[in-house]
């Protein structure tokens, strides 16, 4: 795999889930409207904020670390497609069986698709023969 092109991916990721991390961390309040799911207690917030926001906020920082160091690079890039493959599948997976396809959902479920595909066709490239 191309040195370079591996960074990219784990950058563009880093960035992706450090910001929306962020966002869930602060104020998940937005985020829930926009996916149209209901606040109804201050425990389901918490949660909320804990779970999305830490999450994508340790995931943002696994994708950092690992596009800075040479040999966490294949590491990083599994732990990529792998996230973005379960949450792609799992999604592509209700999405059908409860027959819903708004917007938002093909949006979030275009970015995981893209971005499984992408660390799964940089990784099958082999070894990481340039920088």
Do not use: C, K
Request: proline share 2%.
């Amino acid at each position: 795999m191309n040195v370079w092109i591996a960074r990219t991916w784990l950058v563009v990721s880093a960035g992706l889930h450090l910001y929306f991390g962020a966002l869930f961390a602060i104020d998940a309040t937005p985020m829930l409207a926009g996916l149209a799911i209901a606040q109804t207690e201050p425990s389901g917030l918490i949660e909320m904020r804990a779970f999305y926001g830490g999450l994508m906020l340790a995931l943002g920082a696994l994708f950092a670390a690992a596009a800075l160091r040479r040999e966490w690079l294949r590491a990083g890039l599994v732990l990529m497609t792998v996230t973005y493959f379960g949450a792609a599948s799992v999604r592509a997976t209700w999405m059908l069986i409860d027959g819903v396809s708004d917007d938002w959902l093909v949006r979030i479920l275009s970015i995981e698709a893209g971005g499984a595909l992408a660390g799964a066709l940089s990784l099958a490239r082999g070894g990481l023969s340039r920088d």
